[in-house]
């Protein structure tokens, strides 16, 4: 059983640290591959190239601060030391990015509107919520820690 446990956490470390890095390439080559998109695929990113290159790099910071976020969370993992403090904050900042990720949609909607642009936005607005929420309950998990890490 543990190893199974271990190939998930080994999968689940791969992917997260190939989202971070690959977030970060998509992101710096954007100028590029939208020009390229909307030239083949889709004029409507050409007509509102610049709009849409700031959104898309804002969209794309956020989500690569996301999953820093959750990479530091997932350190804490491999550890076996989940309820700390930083957890918490991480948690926060990720309900933060989700809010922001959920506003910068809504403003990519402005530009042009999709229909699943729409489910992206509930989406990031039920992960921001989530993470708030988790936020409060591992603050309430790491006060019990310290708690009773100080009367033993």
């Not at 059983?1 to 956490?9: A, F, S, V």
């Not at 640290?17 to 050409?46: A, R």
């Not at 409060?136 to 708690?147: D, G, I, L």
């Amino acid at each position: 059983m543990r190893e199974k446990k271990y190939l998930w956490t080994k999968i689940t470390k791969y992917l997260l640290d190939g989202m971070y890095f690959g977030g970060m390439i998509v992101t710096v080559t954007l100028p590029f591959s939208l020009k390229w998109i909307g030239e083949h695929y889709l004029p409507g990113v050409s007509e509102h190239f610049l709009p849409a290159l700031l959104v898309y790099v804002i969209l794309g910071i956020l989500a690569v601060l996301l999953i820093g976020e959750l990479r530091k969370m997932f350190r804490t993992v491999l550890e076996e030391n989940c309820f700390v403090r930083e957890n918490v904050r991480s948690l926060n900042r990720m309900s933060v990015y989700a809010a922001f990720i959920a506003v910068m949609s809504v403003v990519r909607m402005l530009v042009y509107a999709t229909l699943a642009m729409c489910v992206v936005i509930l989406v990031f607005v039920i992960a921001g919520l989530f993470s708030r929420v988790l936020a409060m309950v591992f603050e309430q998990a790491v006060t019990y820690k310290e708690e009773n890490d100080l009367t033993i």
